[in-house]
Nanobody, 123 residues
Framework: QLQASGGGLVQAGGSLRLSCAAS????????MGWFRQTPGKEREFVAG????????FYGESVKGRFLISRGNALTLVPLSMNSLKPEDTAVYFC??????????????????WGRGTLVTVSS
């Protein structure tokens, strides 16, 4: 099971750090990612990391502002979000995948999803 945390209300230009805790083995994880979703829209890829190589990937809208890394057992994939914009407002989800097929930015390739955490950026 996965659980995202760290969301909250922040002013534009501010920063937040999201965490993703997991229960169970992480030994066979292939990749982990962060996605976000706003009402009426599809889930959007934010950032992902290849578990073995720590290669990272970012969605175009967050490149240069967000940083994903491989953490420890308590927070598997911390997501540091800087220079936040009102359009970053969304529910953020962390996800894990064990399969190697497909790209890390494809939400359909992830088998496990945590409950989201709401990030609200005020202008």
């Amino acid at each position: 099971q996965l659980q995202a945390s760290g969301g909250g209300l922040v002013q534009a230009g501010g920063s937040l750090r999201l965490s993703c805790a997991a229960s169970g083995s992480t030994f066979a994880i292939y990749g982990m990612g962060w996605f976000r979703q706003t009402p009426g829209k599809e889930r959007e890829f934010v950032a992902g990391i290849h578990w073995r190589t720590s290669t990272v990937f970012y969605g175009e809208s967050v490149k240069g502002r967000f940083l994903i890394s491989r953490g420890n057992a308590l927070t598997l994939v911390p997501l540091s979000m800087n220079s936040l914009k009102p359009e970053d407002t969304a529910v953020y989800f962390c996800a894990a995948r064990y399969g190697a097929r497909g790209s890390l930015d494809d939400a359909q390739t992830y088998e496990y999803w945590g409950r989201g955490t709401l990030v609200t950026v005020s202008s």
